[in-house]
């Protein structure tokens, strides 16, 4: 439990997002019903907005207390899902965001539709507000549910329903611009607790030799490392990262709508590219910010130093999930506890928000405006805030079933593994291979998900020593040789649309000239590219 002075600064700040979020929502509208202005921000983002809100979209509430969880467990070996994201982010900046924003397009199943045929974009709008539903919202629900009961000693559901009902109001208003507004505050705020956690565990650990010496006598030098070697216990052995994780990274970086919207909402290209570049480089932070705390709790632990017996089970283990509120509640004074608890709302909101706003997008503009093309701005504004309503209360009934897995981030993975193999499958080869076909990617797309699903069910019910990285990585491969044969079998037939949606040579990005100087989104990829592979060199 926390003191009333945290509550009170928990409560204010609250009251301050959602002021804010109505204000950013409902000022600068000509038009509250405007379906351009409510779903893209009327297309006036710049990069450094961009860059933030897809940050903010991306961790979560979730990720502080999974991330948490994975370094108390496996050291920064869970870091992997951040640095290998700044190279998909690269993938997104050269290869997909010009033709997303040459396009114009609302959505990523609009851009199926453009590059292949209408029946790819019905698949992929319905699998995305699936996944939105289950992955963006269910599972941040249940992270923030477990921190707020813990800290507030509020029934789970209880919590998950305000903090739904209060993101919900001004998200359904407001639109994409009030997402992003608040997401770039709540980044600042998320950020700034995480560092003000991370230096109050380094000062009470006492510094790096002290977690060398720890790790050292328990013979677990491992969690200071990246790459661990094949056969590796915790599932992510060093190849099942570099095979693995670009599936599921593309899926989720370049093809998935709650992340790529803030995108379209862009200025224009350069912006665009460079926004997604600019997160890259800060997705350097959740290792040393998110990960490294909950190795640092670890340590803590073991020194005698920080009390776990609240988190421990009848069968005498340790229930880790709740680590991150033990760590807010035993090593942050009264005062800063609130500010932490801030930042767990604004990871938590932000995530919410974001998926909320890609849900209302995909079903206004490619479910319903589908089968009713006259329909009106207001009509489809509408439409997305009752997809927007009823998307909360679906998620909310999926936490029971979600709550089933031991690991938090090691369910999420395993979720996103094998729905993101078909996905990435007919992106990558509908932007680098101009044989791509149409029914090649159609019937990829409803095999390719079928047979996820069918993997998943069966590996629950009969469970098999594979990681899930390395699943994703074999269901691709499946799919790969599937979309090639069709599109022999299935010749391409090109409009003249889709022949322009499609790069003749994987060199062609970069003849486009972009900002002068260090903006350069050629000089910033090379940069980011370089300082990933000295850091990977560093923690190898």
């Known amino acids: ?58 961790i979560s509430c979730l990720h502080l207390v999974s991330l948490a969880q994975s370094g108390f467990d496996t050291g920064l070996l869970a870091g992997n899902f951040e640095w ?89 208003v407001g639109g994409l611009r009030a997402v992003v507004v608040t997401e770039s505050v709540q980044t600042v705020v998320l950020l700034g607790g995480a560092v003000i956690i991370t230096v109050l565990s380094w000062w009470k650990v006492g510094g790096w030799q002290p977690v060398v010496q720890v790790l050292q006598e328990g013979h677990q030098m491992d969690k200071l490392s990246m790459l661990h070697p094949a056969g590796d216990p915790n599932g ?62 670890y340590v803590l632990f073991k020194q005698g130093h920080l009390d776990l017996e609240v988190l421990r089970q009848a069968d005498g283990q340790l229930h880790t999930k709740g680590i991150y ?35 209302a997008t995909l079903v206004s503009y490619d479910l319903y405006k589908r089968n009713r093309p006259q329909a009106t701005d207001r009509q489809l504004v509408k439409t997305g805030r009752i997809a927007a309503g009823l998307a909360l209360i679906l998620s909310i009934g999926l936490l029971p079933l979600l709550n089933r897995y031991e690991s938090l981030f090691n369910g999420i993975n395993d ?4 729905i993101a193999p078909p996905i990435t499958c007919v992106f990558l080869l509908g932007v680098f291979w101009k044989k791509a076909s149409s029914l090649s990617a159609q019937y990829t797309l409803w095999i390719g998900s079928a047979l996820g699903a069918g993997v998943y069910l069966t590996g629950k019910l009969y469970p098999i020593n594979i990681p899930p990285l390395m699943v994703a990585f074999y269901l691709f491969v499946v799919c790969a040789l599937l979309q090639v044969v069709l599109s022999f079998v299935f010749p391409v037939q090109h409009t003249a649309e889709s022949s322009r949606l499609y790069w ?33 060199w560093l923690f190898r």
């Open 1 to 58: 439990m926390i003191a009333t002075t945290d509550i009170i600064i928990s409560i204010c700040y609250v009251a301050f997002i959602v002021g804010l979020g109505f204000w950013a929502g409902l000022s600068g509208k000509k038009n509250d019903s405007a379906a351009g202005e409510y779903f893209l921000a009327g297309k006036s983002l710049r990069w450094p907005m961009i860059g933030m809100a897809l940050f903010a979209t991306n």
């Open 84 to 172: 290998m994201a700044a190279f998909t982010l690269i993938l997104l900046a050269l290869f997909f965001i010009p033709f997303y924003i040459r396009s114009g397009v609302a959505t990523l199943p609009d851009f199926l539709e453009r590059r292949y045929n209408r029946a790819c974009r019905d698949w992929l709008a319905i699998v995305s507000v699936v996944s939105a539903i289950v992955i963006h919202i269910a599972f941040s629900f249940l992270a923030g549910g477990i921190v707020l009961e813990t800290l507030f000693g509020i029934n789970m559901f209880t919590s998950i329903i305000l903090i739904a009902l209060v993101t919900g109001a001004y998200t359904i």
């Open 236 to 297: 992510l052995p060093w190849y099942a990262v570099f095979l693995g994780y670009p599936v599921i990274g593309i899926w989720y970086w370049c093809a998935d709508q709650t992340i790529v919207q803030r995108v379209l909402g862009a200025k224009d290209e350069n912006h665009a590219r460079t926004g997604a570049l600019f997160c890259g480089f800060i997705k350097v932070l959740p290792v040393f910010i998110f990960i490294l705390p909950g190795l640092l709790a």
């Open 325 to 359: 509120s033990v760590m807010i509640t035993r090593l942050v004074p009264t005062g800063l506890v609130g500010v932490l608890v801030a930042a767990l709302l604004s990871g938590l909101m932000s995530q919410i928000s974001g998926a909320l706003n890609s849900i």
């Open 415 to 418: 979720v996103i593994s094998h």
């Open 504 to 536: 003749e040579s994987p060199l062609a990005p970069l003849r486009v000239k972009g900002w002068p100087g260090l903006a350069n989104y050629k000089v910033l990829s090379a940069v980011l590219l370089l300082m990933m592979a000295a850091l990977y």
